[in-house]
């Protein structure tokens, strides 16, 4: 099992950094090193996540597979944001949105699979935590893209955020993870909360800054998402992996 994922994965591994060396990255380019950096710590994290697949009981597989898929995605996104950025020096906003698109309701899922795996929970918690996310990230790029207007778009990202905060604090989610999940889980769950609330305030805070307060530089903008990136996919997953681990070992 283990030499069968190993043997289909370490190929896509290998072939994303490839298809990314068309551009020359200057030592001196921090923003673009940082591009790096955060690829290889998102394949690094793929990888554990895929190998501590093994090592957990059944039911808490899928909740380990699809955090491993968090940082296989935004790895192979991270190899081709930093080459947009060293060829162009330009911000690779369309292809921030669409890892984020993909890897954040795949974050969203892990909120109802690690409540699903110990206890009883209705399919509505997965539904309202991926619609807060379309409409949080749609108003966002629709903002920065310019195909709104700015303070709309932060308006609209706004609204879908705090509609994820309700669900996750005093929706049915907050309910069910504080009254019927085993320690391990809860202690889980609060602290991926606690990352929705205050790791994903680096965004909006990075929106404001660059589009409403007279505007960052591309050079900070990008530095702020790509540490928050790290930290925001990395450590969940990680929270994840500390309770599917405990529990597994109960
Ligand atoms: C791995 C990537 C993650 C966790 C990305 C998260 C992105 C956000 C939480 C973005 C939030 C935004 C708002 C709350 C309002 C303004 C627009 C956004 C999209 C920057």
């Given at each position: 099992m283990g030499s069968r994922i190993l043997g289909f994965l370490t190929p896509i591994l290998l072939l994303a950094p490839v298809s990314g060396f068309a551009a020359q990255l200057d030592p001196t380019d921090s923003v673009g090193i940082s591009f790096w950096v955060i690829s290889m710590c998102m394949v690094a994290a793929t990888v554990f996540f895929l190998m501590e697949t093994l090592n957990v009981s059944s039911k808490w597989r899928t909740s380990m597979v699809v955090g491993a898929l968090v940082t296989l995605v935004a790895a192979v996104h991270y190899f081709y944001m930093r080459d947009v950025w060293v060829a162009?020096?330009?911000?690779?906003t369309v292809f921030r949105y669409v890892d984020w698109l993909i890897t954040v309701p795949l974050q969203m899922i892990e909120f109802y699979l690690i409540l699903a795996a110990c206890t009883a929970i209705s399919l509505g918690v997965f539904w309202r935590l991926l619609v807060g996310t379309v409409v949080m990230l749609m108003g966002g790029y629709l903002g920065e893209a310019g195909f709104i207007n700015v303070t709309t778009g932060f308006v609209i990202g706004m609204l879908g955020w705090l509609f994820i905060l309700y669900e996750i604090f005093m929706g049915e989610a907050g309910k069910v993870s504080s009254e019927n999940a085993p320690e391990s889980v809860k202690a889980s769950f609060n602290i991926m909360r606690l990352i929705v609330t205050i790791g994903w305030a680096i965004y909006p805070l990075g929106y404001f800054m660059g589009y409403l307060a007279g505007g960052a530089d591309a050079n900070t903008l990008n530095i702020i998402y790509n540490v928050a990136d790290v930290i925001n996919k990395i450590a969940f997953c990680l929270a994840i992996w500390a309770c599917a681990t405990k529990e597994s070992n109960a």
């Open positions: 162009t020096g330009e911000s690779p």
